[in-house]
């Protein structure tokens, strides 16, 4: 005896990231959500980032991190509200779920809001499967990681709209091919835009910004 | 890595989909559709699938994966192919105007229950 069950196993997520999206819309807000490995500088982008948009751009930060509050407090340094969501229900998970945001989102004043940034778990896998109720997902790749990252996480690649290739200050000491990555993020994804950044120096930070607040006035 | 909570909820979505006369019958196999661009390992699903069934209708039962390719198609021209290695390019015009047809499920369809 056989029953259909015909259902998607990430039905409830895809369900609240619906939801999530017609708040977000609903209150005028631009989400963005951040994805990379482990120390690719994700949490240092956040701090140059909010230092160059605010105060014109309202913004509200929500970071994902298996334990530590640490990347929260650096945050809330630049001015902007940030909340850190933990995800170690079970020993560590390794995504933000859109229920979680949705939680984190309803402790902030959307409607003084126009930028939600959220920095996702370190992690290339999983993140690239949970729809967190976003308007674009940008990856974050250092040039400390291998060329072949974009091969090996074709999913994350996929899924965004504009890939970060952070750190080009320490190219000098490396042999890295940046060449090479591109080329293989090309392979993945054609039609997404790589920008070249540095954190630390903030070389490339006029064309990604300009990139967001474009993306940021498309909403509106 | 989540490969726990979607056996979590695999459990939860399944169970409820059991219809009052068939509760309590034991549950034989479950039918999954895992698409092999989803971040989803089949063999850590079962690993934890056999875990999280432990004391629901689905314990002891078979967790049956059946593995969906990549199958991509062309915006400029209409071509599908099927790819085994990660290249999002169309293998007829050489657009990178991809869309993927399949390849992301993650998809629950049966439960199939002893006589
Ligand atoms: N040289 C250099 N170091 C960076 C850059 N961006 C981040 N880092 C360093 O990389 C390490 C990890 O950065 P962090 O922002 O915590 O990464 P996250 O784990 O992705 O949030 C820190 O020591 C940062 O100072 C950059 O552009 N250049
Ligand atoms: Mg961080
Ligand atoms: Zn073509």
Known sequence: MEIKVAQKMLDA????????????????????????????GKTTLLEKTLGRIQPDINCGIIVGDICTKNDAERILKTGAPAIQINTDAFGGE??????SIEKAASDFNLEEMDLLIVENVGNLVC???????????????????????????????RESSLAL???????????????LTKKYITRINAEMPVIEISSKTLEGFDQWIEWLKNRIIQKK | MHEMSIAIQIIEIAGASIPDELKGTPVEKLNLKIG????????????????????????????????????????????????????FKCDSCNSGSIEVISGRELDIESIEFQD
């Not at chain 1, 390794?94 to 229920?99: D, K, P, T, V, Y």
């Not at chain 1, 290739?165 to 060449?179: E, Q």
């Not at chain 2, 069934?53 to 400029?76: D, H, M, Q, Y």
Request: hydrophobic share 40%.
């Open chain 2, 36 to 87: 092999k661009l989803s971040a989803v390992i089949p063999d850590s699903l079962v690993f934890c699938f056999d875990i999280a069934a432990e004391n629901t209708a689905f314990e002891g039962s078979f967790l049956n994966i059946e593995e969906i390719p990549v199958r991509l198609k062309c915006l400029s021209c209409d071509h599908q192919w099927i790819i085994e290695e990660p290249a």
């Open chain 1, 13 to 40: 997520n895809d369900e609240m990231a619906r939801h999530n999206r017609l708040l977000f819309k609903e209150k005028n807000v631009f989400v963005i959500n951040i994805m990379s490995s482990p120390g690719s």
């Open chain 1, 94 to 99: 390794c995504h933000l779920s859109a229920g």
């Open chain 1, 127 to 157: 993140p690239a499967e949970f729809d967190i109720g976003e308007d674009v997902r940008v990856v974050v790749l250092s040039v400390t990681e291998g060329e072949d990252k974009p091969l090996k996480y074709p999913l994350m690649f």
């Open chain 1, 165 to 179: 290739l952070n750190k080009i200050d320490l190219l000098p000491y490396l042999d890295y091919d940046i060449g």
